[in-house]
């Protein structure tokens, strides 16, 4: 595994959002809007950030 990591920000509400869309945002550590967490750069959390990809914005993809 590497060890790069990307930075995720929450940049859309997650008000009104199916269930699983919003367990990703939860799981990827994204508590609130504009928060911004580094996440290591894996298959299961690229998976997370492509499935919300209208919700937040990624640095370093």
């Known amino acids: 595994m590497s060890d790069k990591k990307l930075k995720v920000t929450l940049v859309k509400s997650i008000i009104g959002t199916k269930k699983?869309?919003?367990d990703c945002v939860r799981g990827l550590g994204l508590r609130r809007m504009?928060?911004?967490v580094e996440v290591l750069d894996?298959?299961?959390n690229r998976g997370m950030i492509n499935k919300v990809n209208f919700l937040v914005k990624c640095e370093g993809c």
Do not use: E, I, K, V
Request: proline residues 11%; positive net charge; hydrophobic residues 10%.
């Open 42 to 44: 894996t298959p299961a």
């Open 34 to 36: 504009h928060h911004t």
């Open 20 to 22: 699983n869309h919003r």
